[in-house]
């Protein structure tokens, strides 16, 4: 089967630097996506690692060691806006399922 | 552009009545996705169409989901005699067959079942 566990919650002051951290187990792996969700909103993609290494756009960065299975998202600067939920998600073992980890809830606190 | 539409927003039901949700993907976007959210919980995956085709319905949570998708384009996922515990946000996404790592998500549809 599929499972990926993130922290529940993160709380972090603004400007500050977060790591969210993702840890999977799948019987096939095609790369580590994650999303972002406001409250009420809808998902939003922000990056996906198909490689090792880490992926920049912007004040986001994705990284991936798929020998660990694990891979974080790291969010620099960090502004009141960046409070939301945040998903990793794995393609699954038969390539057109996807999971998504529980999610991580990001406070971002003055 | 037009993104991801979904309709009703909305649903209350009474057990054991049938729902409907529709999802109108992005233009041009062969594949398709739904999935459900209970609160404060992450997506379950339901069910992917490739074009018209559903290649694994094994999502469903039961035999009374159903789903379709006519013309590549709008999908319906049906539940049958609904009971309370399907209670939750159904999200629907698309993506470019090229890109399927980039999935976009339409605003759900929060349905809820007294």
């Known amino acids: 089967g599929q499972s990926l566990e993130q922290p529940s919650e993160v709380t972090a002051v603004e400007g500050a630097i977060v790591q969210i951290n993702c840890t999977y187990q799948?019987?096939?792996?095609?790369?580590l996506s994650w999303y972002q969700q406001h409250d009420g909103g809808a998902p939003t993609f922000l990056s996906y690692n198909a490689l090792d290494g880490l992926e920049e756009t912007g004040r986001f960065s994705s990284f991936l060691s798929r020998s660990d299975s694990y891979g974080y998202l790291l969010l620099q600067e960090l502004q009141m806006k960046d409070s939301a939920s945040y998903f990793c998600?794995?393609?699954?073992?038969?390539?057109?399922?996807?999971?998504f980890g529980s999610g991580t809830k990001l406070n971002v606190k003055p | 552009g037009a993104g991801v539409s979904q309709s009703p927003s909305n649903k209350v039901t009474e057990k054991g009545k049938d729902v409907e949700l529709r999802c109108d993907p992005i233009s041009g976007h062969t594949a398709l996705y739904w999935y459900r959210q209970s609160l404060g919980q992450g997506l379950e995956f339901l069910i992917y169409f490739q074009g018209n085709s559903a290649p694994d319905k094994s999502g469903l949570p039961s035999d009374r989901f159903s789903a379709e998708r006519t013309g590549g384009s709008v999908s319906t996922l049906t539940i049958q005699r609904t009971q309370q515990e399907d209670s939750a946000v159904y999200l629907c996404a698309s993506s470019p067959m090229t890109v399927q790592e980039t999935q976009y998500f339409g605003p759900g549809t929060r349905l809820l079942v007294l």
């Open positions: 799948t019987s096939g792996f095609y790369g």
């Open positions: 998600a794995v393609r699954g073992d038969n390539f057109n399922k996807f999971y």
